[in-house]
C-alpha cells in the first residue's frame, strides 16, 4: 500500500530524473527476476525521482497481465520505498482497470496509463477511458498522450478538471503549439514528463514550455552522462547541451532510427555494451546485430 498521496507523487517526481529500466529476459524470452532486481540495485546509487517499471522501455507492451504484476512487484521489493515506483496500466479500459487496481494492489505508487491496443479514438472516447481508470484507483495517475490516444489541449484540461488524481501528463508527441496551448490552459495544475523516445534529444526546448523533467532510458546504461545532461538542461547550459547531443545523444539516434522498434532494443544493447546484459527483446522487436552493437560499444567508449 503507498503511502503518497497522488499530490506527493506528483510533486515528488519533478524534483529529478525518471528512471524507465529495461525488462530482463533469459535466453528463453522468459523474466530474469534476479537480473532485473540486480539491475535496479546498481541504479540505485543513483538520485532520481522515480521508477516507472514495465513502461516502454521496459517492454510492458510485451508481457502478460500476471508477468506485469511479477515485474512491478519486484521493482516495490527491490526499490523498498526509496523511491515511488509507478506500474503501467494499457490495453482497453476493463483491462486497464485491472492493471491498475493490481498495481495498487503490489504496492506501487502511481500508474502510467499508456494508449489502448491497436484501436484509433475520439477525444470524448480517450476522456471517459482515462477518467474510468482515474476513478477505479486510489493512486496519482500519469497519463501518456501518444500514438493513437493523443489529447488535446482541451482534453487534458477537462480530465484535469473531472479527476483529482490524474496528476501527470507524458507528452511522446512533441507538438509545440499543442504543448503551449496545454501549459497555457492547464498550468501547473499537472507535472508535464517529456517522453518522445530519447527525451534528452527535446529536453531544452520542452523545459521552455512547462516539461520540467523526463524519461529517461539512456539512464540504464550511462546514468552518469544521463544525470549530468539532466543537470545541464535544468541549468538552461546550452553549450554542455549540445556539445553532448553531439558528442553522444545525435549519433545515438543514428543507430537507433535504423530499424524500427530500436528506440527499445539499443537501451538493452547499451546495457550489454557496458557488460551488464539485460538479455534480448522479445519479438517483435528485434535485437541490434554484432556490428551495431560494437558500434554503440564505441560510442558509449567516448563518454566514459
Ligand atoms: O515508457 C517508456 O519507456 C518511455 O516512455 C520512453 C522512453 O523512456 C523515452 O523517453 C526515451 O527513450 O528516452
Known sequence: MTSMTPAEL?????????????????????????GYREHLSWLSQYDVAGLFAAGGTGEGFSLTPAEIDTVVR???????GKLPVIAPATGGTVTA????????????????????????AGQRGLIEHVSAVCR????????????????????VAELA??????????????NIEMMTRTYARVGDRLTYIGGLPTAETFALPLLQLGVSTYSSAIFNFVPEFALGFYADVLAQDREAVYRK????????????????GYAVSIVKAGVTAIGRSAGPVRPPLQDLSEDELAQLTELIGRIK
Open 245 to 260: 547531443l553531439n558528442e553522444f545523444i545525435l549519433p545515438y539516434l543514428d543507430i537507433r532510427d535504423r530499424t524500427k
Open 97 to 120: 482497470i485491472a492493471q491498475a487496481q493490481a498495481a495498487e494492489a503490489a504496492g506501487a505508487d502511481g500508474v502510467l496509463l499508456l494508449p489502448p491496443y491497436l484501436t484509433e
Open 74 to 80: 519486484a521493482a516495490v521489493s527491490e526499490v523498498n
Open 161 to 174: 478538471d473531472r479527476n483529482e488524481n490524474l496528476v501527470c501528463l507524458k507528452d511522446g508527441v512533441g
Open 10 to 34: 506528483a510533486a515528488q517526481l519533478k524534483t529529478g530524473l525518471l528512471s524507465f529500466p529495461v525488462t530482463h529476459f533469459n535466453p528463453d524470452l522468459s523474466f530474469n527476476e534476479s
Open 136 to 155: 477505479s484507483t486510489n493512486l496519482g495517475v500519469t497519463v501518456y498522450s501518444r500514438a493513437n490516444a493523443i489529447l488535446t489541449d482541451v482534453s
